[in-house]
């Protein structure tokens, strides 16, 4: 059974930093492309960032390019959201998600999800 658990949200300042994780079991963890998505209430969930299975090549939707960074520990098991220079528009529910084969930012194309951490950027 596959699990992916997103821990570290929490309550934070604008302009400062978090950083939230998810550790997968069940799956060949090295064989799956991680993804980090969010959503907002009221919005519908959108594509963050991911990281690829096998280049560790790393896409960010350009809302968060230069902010955040996604990281992966093969070893652990575990994928990695680095958010630094919060906005009060972060404000939202982070899930991580997992599929086989290429990079893809569309949420309906990821086979496994987390149960989600809240992130709360306050002004």
């Known amino acids: 059974q596959v699990q992916l658990v997103e821990s570290g949200g929490g309550l934070v300042q604008a302009g400062g930093s978090l950083r939230v994780s998810c550790a997968a079991s069940?799956?060949?963890?090295?064989?799956?492309?991680m993804g980090w998505f969010r959503q907002a209430p009221g919005k519908e969930r959108e594509f963050v960032a991911a990281?690829?299975?096998?280049?560790?090549?790393?896409y960010y939707a350009d809302s968060v390019k230069g902010r955040f960074t996604i990281s992966r520990d093969n070893a652990k098991n575990t994928v990695y959201l680095q958010m630094d220079s919060l906005k009060p528009e972060d404000t939202a529910v982070y899930y991580c998600?997992?599929?086989?084969?290429?990079?893809?930012?569309?949420?309906?194309?990821?086979?496994?999800w987390g149960q989600g951490t809240q992130v709360t950027v306050s002004s």
């Open positions: 069940g799956l060949t963890f090295s064989s799956y492309t």
């Open positions: 998600a997992a599929r086989r084969g290429w990079v893809n930012v569309a949420n309906d194309q990821y086979d496994y």
């Open positions: 990281i690829s299975w096998n280049t560790g090549n790393t």
